[in-house]
């Protein structure tokens, strides 16, 4: 019998679908049981407006002594609450479409014997930043992948109370309800989603194997006017509790957990036109499972990075943000901190520029725990 990580559900033998229960439980969190390395040495934090500037790429950059680390007051100050979550949880995801943020499944609240959830819910990208409850999954399910496509919210995979899952659900919010699209061609939990091109792009996570699940480089692609999965080029990196996010025609694979659980900076590119990847500038931290989400600040792209799991002396949820500019190749940490360390969390934007970190996993008192919080972060 083989546990599914960080909160998922348990596989064992042949895999079956599993019937929608919002009051399931969880097996232990087998993730952070290993010890993980120390942490990173200092970190520096950098202004966005030196990320934005143009230069080399390999330039080291000093920032003034003014923003290190040590100034906790400036760094909090920069997060601002907004409404929370109806439900705590972690280990969900995330998609926007027709201008409403939809947090999709997930577990909570307490870790160790966390229920694995079917609820979703949603909010404006503007206004109170109000959560209202929607229709569930029909299945319920930790750890999916997630993304919209075409106005539709894709859920793929995931792990459900017993077994990881190949179940592919859809969700029209025209008409508020949910159908069943064709499975995965393996099932896989704990993977990234990501729509490009008229297409769904599922990489990375775990899939089933004897004695212990594997984690994966490969990478599936959903055609939705064939109805069919077809395999495109893997990773060159195998990682499991990835982001995957889409900007400027190409896919980013962010961050993850390696086979071995610990956590991963690096950071690879997809070009869709030429069915390869590559690899880019890593991380300043090494993030597993983080909030990540793609904006565009004026003329450039972005990628947002808050949160995840961090090394350390056991389970090290992070408070900070880091911003990657494909233009220059660089990652440089902000100032902004969230209030709290946070991991399993998921992350999503409006369109002033505002970024909202999601639920996920907090540590109160030693224990891991969901929360149902939301903070905003104006860049």
Do not use: C
């Not at 319920?140 to 899952?165: K, Q, T």
């Not at 699209?181 to 990501?194: D, E, T």
């Not at 070009?271 to 090494?286: E, F, G, H, I, R």
């Amino acid at each position: 019998m083989n546990r599914a990580k960080e909160g998922a559900g348990r596989h064992e033998g042949p895999t079956r679908k599993v019937v929608a229960m919002t009051q399931q439980t969880a097996p232990r969190d087998r993730t952070h049981r290993r010890r993980p390395r120390s942490w990173l040495p200092a970190l520096v934090l950098v202004p966005l407006g030196a990320l934005l500037a143009p230069g080399n790429a390999s330039t080291p950059v000093h920032p003034p002594p003014h923003l290190a680390a040590t100034d906790a007051a400036d760094l909090r100050a920069q997060w601002t609450p907004r409404p929370p979550l109806n439900v705590a949880r972690a280990g969900h995801d995330v998609a926007t479409v027709h201008r409403r943020i939809f947090a999709i499944g997930g577990f909570g609240p307490d870790l160790p014997n966390a229920v694995v959830l079917n609820s979703v819910e949603a909010r404006r990208i503007g206004g109170r930043g109000t959560w209202h409850t929607v229709a569930p999954m029909p299945t319920a399910r930790s750890n999916p992948a997630a993304a919209a496509l075409d106005g539709i919210v894709y859920v793929a995979g995931g792990f459900g109370p017993v077994f990881i899952l190949d179940v592919v659900e859809t969700f029209d919010p025209a008409t508020g309800t949910w159908t069943t699209s064709p499975k995965l061609p393996v099932p896989r939990g704990a993977a990234g989603a990501a729509a490009l091109g008229g297409q769904l792009y599922v990489a990375g996570g775990l899939i089933p194997g004897s004695p212990d699940d594997k984690t994966t480089a490969s990478v599936v692609v959903y055609n939705p006017r064939k109805g069919t999965w077809n395999a495109v080029q893997s990773m060159t990196t195998a990682r499991k509790f990835v982001r995957l996010v889409a900007t400027a025609g190409y896919l980013y694979a962010i961050g993850g957990l390696s086979q071995t659980d610990d956590p991963l900076p690096t950071v690879e590119r997809y070009d869709p036109k030429s069915n390869t990847w590559t690899t880019v500038a890593a991380m300043n931290q090494v993030r597993g499972n983080p909030g990540v989400v793609a904006i565009n600040h004026g003329s450039k792209h972005l990628i947002v990075v808050v949160g995840g799991r961090g090394a350390g002396s056991g389970p090290q949820p992070l408070r900070s943000t880091e911003v990657y500019n494909p233009d220059t190749n660089r990652w440089q940490l902000l100032q902004a901190q969230l209030p709290r360390g946070r991991g399993t969390l998921v992350a999503a934007a409006e369109p002033n520029g505002t970024i909202l970190a999601i639920g996920g996993a907090v540590n109160i008192n030693g224990t891991e725990t969901a929360t149902a919080e939301v903070h905003a972060l104006k860049l």
